[in-house]
């Protein structure tokens, strides 16, 4: 099985000869890019990816902003005249200003291809039943996994404009065997399962795709999503508006994502001092996409913390067990630079306080209050319990207990009542600073 994905050496070779196809297709006429370029003293050629990573300059999330609202709507990222674009979508806005972001037919194409092969890793195909439990916005992940879907034959169900209810109903009506939302979203649907007396054995999903949040990779969260849905597999992947869909869950280690770097040239970086981390150090996940002329990013700091398996600069590596050689992130996104949280000099990240809630049980949903009093940063967790818990006080110790063994910190748990923390269809905000 090894000999059928490239080995490290072809992966470089293909990405040093898109890289140079690319830069030489974005400048001069790409407005943005020529003048980072020009500002750097980027030469005409790179001898190697070293060589490029060396001396090609970072894009900014922030920069990208500016440029966008100061050069309206769309900024001066156009490879092309606006008369080639086809395509508008734009970031959710979660993580600060929304991003616009327009492609042309031969870049949507590619970013088709990459979600086709996300459905191919996860053994989706023409048998299939594909329920979209999400509003069809101007988000560009479900256009690109419904299109997808279609590519590989499936039979694809809009959930758009429906009620939780009706989407399980529709979902279960139609017989879907694939379920594709955010972790939470699941999460929420076996709930108004319940509330609305809907029987979950009617569900004939045998994979939940789920992405946009950490918990895909998360043991903890993927064991309740099976136990809520019955048993089915979960399958996590990864991507971003302005980057496009990124990775995959390995198909034999859960957990593990790997980067499409047939598609990315993929570095993984200290944040502070912008060094390549080793294999097992966590850095921050640098993003090239070599296949969107159109509205490409160089070098794009995704602000994702993520933990290589094997050094992404090795030139030799072993394969994963299902014998890829493309980087493999162990757990998954682990979190963001702008999400980890100091409380009393532990470092706290967000992946880490669910993988405790979900393992303890009898919690249906959370919210972490941030407080920085005296500029000293508290934090506090306030659970809602699940219907079935017995003992709320029981509960709350059970917790408390946890995070101190986890972070050696006192971190109070506060009751809800039913139903009164907020519920989530897109990615969720649980975390709140005051």
Same mark, same amino acid.
């Given at each position: 099985?090894?000999?059928?994905?490239?080995?490290?050496?072809?992966?470089?070779?293909?990405?040093?000869?898109?890289?140079?196809?690319?830069?030489?297709?974005? &400048? %001069?006429?790409?407005?943005? #890019?020529?003048?980072k370029f020009k500002a750097a003293a980027v030469p005409a050629n790179f001898t190697s990816l070293a060589d490029?990573?060396?001396?090609? %300059?970072?894009?900014?999330?922030?920069?990208? =902003?500016d440029d966008q609202r100061t050069h309206p709507p769309y900024g001066t990222g156009l490879t092309y005249p606006?008369?080639? #674009?086809?395509?508008?979508?734009?970031?959710?806005?979660?993580?600060? =200003?929304?991003?616009?972001?327009?492609? &042309? %037919?031969?870049?949507?194409n590619w970013m088709v291809g990459n979600w086709v092969e996300i459905f191919r890793a996860a053994g989706v195909g023409a048998s299939d039943r594909i329920f979209f439990a999400f509003s069809f916005g101007p988000f560009v992940g479900f256009w690109l996994a419904f299109i997808a879907g279609q590519r590989v034959g499936a039979l694809c169900l809009p959930g758009?404009?429906?009620?939780?209810?009706?989407?399980?109903?529709?979902?279960?009506?139609? +017989?879907?065997?694939?379920?594709?939302?955010?972790p939470t979203y699941a999460i929420r649907l076996?709930?108004?399962?319940?509330?609305?007396?809907?029987?979950?054995?009617?569900?004939?999903?045998?994979?939940?795709?789920?992405?946009g949040e950490p918990g895909g990779s998360i043991p903890a969260t993927r064991n309740r999503l099976k136990e809520l849905w019955r048993g089915p597999q979960v399958f996590d992947h990864h991507g971003m508006t302005e980057v496009g869909p990124v990775s995959f869950q390995c198909p034999l280690k859960p957990g593990v994502l790997h980067i499409m770097e047939s598609g990315y040239y993929a570095e993984v970086l200290d944040p502070k001092t912008?060094? %390549?981390?080793?294999?097992?150090?966590?850095? +921050?996940?640098?993003?090239?996409?070599?296949?969107?002329?159109?509205?490409?990013?160089?070098? #794009?700091?995704?602000?994702?913390?993520?933990?290589?398996?094997?050094?992404?600069?090795?030139?030799?590596?072993?394969?994963c067990a299902c014998g890829r050689h493309d980087l493999?992130?162990?757990?998954?996104?682990?979190?963001? $630079?702008?999400?980890?949280?100091?409380?009393?000099?532990?470092?706290?990240?967000?992946?880490?306080?669910?993988?405790?809630?979900?393992?303890?049980?009898?919690?249906?949903?959370?919210?972490?209050? $941030?407080?920085?009093?005296?500029?000293?940063?508290?934090?506090?967790?306030? $659970?809602?319990?699940?219907?079935?818990?017995?003992?709320t006080a029981v509960l709350a110790r059970h917790l408390e207990y946890a995070f101190s063994s986890a972070f050696s910190l006192r971190i109070p748990v506060e009751i809800a009542a039913a139903g009164s923390l907020p519920r989530f269809e897109m990615k969720a905000s649980r975390w709140v600073r005051r």
């Amino acid at each position: 099985m090894s000999n059928v994905f490239p080995n490290r050496a072809a992966i470089a070779a293909s990405q040093l000869e898109q890289l140079r196809t690319l830069i030489a297709a974005i &400048t %001069p006429d790409n407005k943005f #890019y020529s003048g980072k370029f020009k500002a750097a003293a980027v030469p005409a050629n790179f001898t190697s990816l070293a060589d490029f990573s060396a001396r090609f %300059p970072f894009t900014t999330k922030q920069e990208l =902003v500016d440029d966008q609202r100061t050069h309206p709507p769309y900024g001066t990222g156009l490879t092309y005249p606006m008369e080639r #674009y086809t395509r508008y979508h734009q970031t959710s806005g979660t993580s600060g =200003v929304p991003l616009r972001w327009l492609d &042309t %037919p031969e870049s949507w194409n590619w970013m088709v291809g990459n979600w086709v092969e996300i459905f191919r890793a996860a053994g989706v195909g023409a048998s299939d039943r594909i329920f979209f439990a999400f509003s069809f916005g101007p988000f560009v992940g479900f256009w690109l996994a419904f299109i997808a879907g279609q590519r590989v034959g499936a039979l694809c169900l809009p959930g758009g404009g429906l009620s939780s209810g009706a989407r399980l109903r529709l979902m279960f009506d139609n +017989e879907a065997t694939v379920l594709c939302c955010t972790p939470t979203y699941a999460i929420r649907l076996a709930e108004v399962a319940a509330e609305d007396g809907i029987d979950m054995g009617q569900s004939r999903v045998k994979l939940i795709m789920v992405a946009g949040e950490p918990g895909g990779s998360i043991p903890a969260t993927r064991n309740r999503l099976k136990e809520l849905w019955r048993g089915p597999q979960v399958f996590d992947h990864h991507g971003m508006t302005e980057v496009g869909p990124v990775s995959f869950q390995c198909p034999l280690k859960p957990g593990v994502l790997h980067i499409m770097e047939s598609g990315y040239y993929a570095e993984v970086l200290d944040p502070k001092t912008g060094k %390549p981390v080793g294999a097992g150090q966590t850095g +921050e996940l640098i993003l090239t996409n070599l296949g969107r002329t159109g509205s490409p990013l160089i070098r #794009y700091r995704t602000g994702d913390i993520v933990k290589p398996v094997e050094s992404p600069t090795a030139t030799e590596t072993k394969p994963c067990a299902c014998g890829r050689h493309d980087l493999a992130l162990e757990g998954g996104i682990l979190g963001r $630079v702008d999400d980890m949280i100091v409380v009393r000099g532990v470092n706290i990240y967000p992946s880490a306080v669910e993988e405790i809630i979900r393992t303890c049980g009898g919690v249906a949903e959370y919210q972490v209050v $941030v407080t920085s009093p005296h500029a000293l940063t508290e934090m506090h967790v306030t $659970v809602e319990p699940a219907a079935d818990c017995a003992d709320t006080a029981v509960l709350a110790r059970h917790l408390e207990y946890a995070f101190s063994s986890a972070f050696s910190l006192r971190i109070p748990v506060e009751i809800a009542a039913a139903g009164s923390l907020p519920r989530f269809e897109m990615k969720a905000s649980r975390w709140v600073r005051r």
